[in-house]
């Protein structure tokens, strides 16, 4: 089956406590994402990747960071995680022609990050 | 600056209305694809259509329809007949180079 896989889907941490959420996906896609959801925000882009060893900052990235060492898997890292990283986060997958996605991003089921 | 708006924060309305979904862009490339996204309660995304900028056909699929204006920069969204289970949050997003920009979304509850 298709499908975005996202580690863990609930976590509660403490400040300043490293962390990484994992992200993988199944369908060969080139282009990931990764998003955090904010209530009256929408969804925000931290980060995106193009292929392999290819990231780039998104919206928000301060706080962040991210690997593509492999091409299914795009995890993201909190490495000092504070109160304000409280959040929904979704990693998304898109398939990619040359130097463009073609947009149609499939998500995973989402983690929700609480850090106290 | 790129960037999307949705005015409408929550809608109300009652199985077998017609409602749309406003959705406004601003972008200054010529360039950009426009996306609404749908997620229900049970909090997953899904996809439901993409437009490019070259391409200002309105579209229909079934109960769902689609008016994309480039001269009023906007990408609005209609459920025709609703019914309980379009209840959701509807997000519009754009895509310019490889950015995507959401906007805040518009809660949607359809009552029995």
């Known amino acids: 089956e298709a499908q975005v896989t996202q580690n863990p889907r609930y976590l509660i941490t403490v400040t300043g406590k490293k962390l990484t959420v994992t992200c993988s996906q199944n369908?060969?896609?080139?282009?990931m994402s990764w998003y955090r959801q904010d209530p009256g925000l929408g969804l925000r882009q931290i980060y995106y990747?193009?292929?392999?060893?290819?990231?780039d900052k998104g919206d928000v990235p301060e706080g962040y960071k991210v690997s593509r060492k492999e091409k299914r898997n795009f995890p993201l890292i909190l490495e000092s995680p504070s109160p304000n990283q409280t959040s929904l986060y979704f990693c998304?997958?898109?398939?990619?022609?040359?130097?463009?996605?073609?947009?149609?991003?499939?998500f995973g089921e989402g983690s929700r990050l609480t850090v106290l | 600056a790129q960037k999307v708006t949705q005015a409408q924060t929550e809608i109300s309305v009652v199985e077998k209305e017609d409602v749309t979904l406003d959705c406004v862009y601003e972008?200054?490339?010529?360039?950009?694809?426009l996306f609404w996204y749908k997620q229900p309660p049970s909090g997953e995304l899904v996809f439901l259509i993409r437009?490019?900028?070259?391409?200002?056909q309105n579209e229909i699929s079934g109960r769902y329809s689609w008016n994309f204006q480039k001269s009023t920069s906007s990408f609005n969204f209609t459920i025709t007949a609703s019914q309980v289970v379009d209840s959701a949050v509807y997000f519009c997003?754009?895509?310019?180079?490889?950015?995507?920009?959401f906007g805040p979304g518009t809660r949607l509850s359809v009552l029995p």
């Open positions: 998304a997958s898109s398939l990619g022609r040359g130097a463009r996605t073609t947009g149609e991003l499939f």
């Open positions: 369908m060969n896609h080139e282009y």
């Open positions: 990747s193009m292929n392999v060893e290819a990231t």
């Open positions: 972008t200054r490339d010529t360039t950009y694809y």
């Open positions: 437009r490019n900028s070259f391409d200002e």
């Open positions: 997003a754009l895509l310019y180079g490889q950015n995507f920009v």
